[in-house]
Structures are given as C-alpha cells and as structure tokens.
C-alpha cells in the first residue's frame, strides 16, 4: 500500500503564498506522475499541475506564471509554491502520485486526504 501526506494549506490574503508538500510512504518502485488538483465548493475537480518523472510540467492556465510544481524523487514528494495568490485560488488541493509498487506491477494512482487553501480578498 501507499500512502500520500500532504501539508502546507492554510488562509491567507490575496498576493500572498504558500506552499503545499506530498510525500508518499509504502510499497514504491518508481513514480511516474506527480500531481496537484483542486475542488473548489460546488465545482468540480480540476488538475492544476502535473510533473513527470524526466521533470516536465503542466499547468492550468489560469495559475501559469503563478504556481511552480516541483519533485523531489529521493523523498518521493511532490510540490507546489503558490504565488500572487487570488481569491478564486481557494479550495482543497490534492496531490496524485501515479505508483509502480514492484518493477512488475502496474500504475495505480494514489490520492492524499486534501487540504484546504482559503485565499481572503
């Protein structure tokens, strides 16, 4: 099994930053996608970045120029630095690692518990 453990939300005023961490535990051989993506009340889930494992990104464009994704693979952990944060920034954010338990096993994905970011105007 594998879990993930996210940290790092929080409220905080608009133009402000924070930054979340995922670190997954258990049964690893190799991550291949690192992820963000949020909910925000009443919408539905939506990716916000992803990193791969040779280090390329993706973003919503809505964070471009605002948000960075980055990995660390020796700690298994993924992050995401938010900046010039907006209003419409608010919701629980959760990472996804797609995990290769065993050199013979298939992708499954994982997803953290969420935490909440509350952007005030």
């Known amino acids: 099994q594998v879990q993930l453990v996210e940290s790092g939300g929080g409220l905080v005023q608009a133009g402000g930053s924070l930054r979340l961490s995922c670190a997954a535990s258990g049964s690893i051989f190799s991550i291949n996608v690192m992820g963000w993506y949020r909910q925000a009340l009443g919408k539905q889930r939506e990716l916000v970045a992803a990193i791969i494992s040779g280090g390329s990104t993706n973003y919503l464009d809505s964070v471009k120029g605002r948000f960075t994704i980055s990995r660390d693979n020796a700690k298994n952990t993924v992050y995401l630095q938010m900046n010039s944060l907006k209003p419409e920034d608010t919701a629980v954010y959760y990472c996804?690692?797609?995990?290769?338990?065993?050199?013979?096993?298939?992708?499954?994905?994982?997803w953290g518990q969420g935490t909440q970011v509350t952007v005030s105007s």
């Open positions: 996804k690692h797609a995990v290769r338990a065993t050199m013979a096993s298939p992708i499954r994905d994982y």
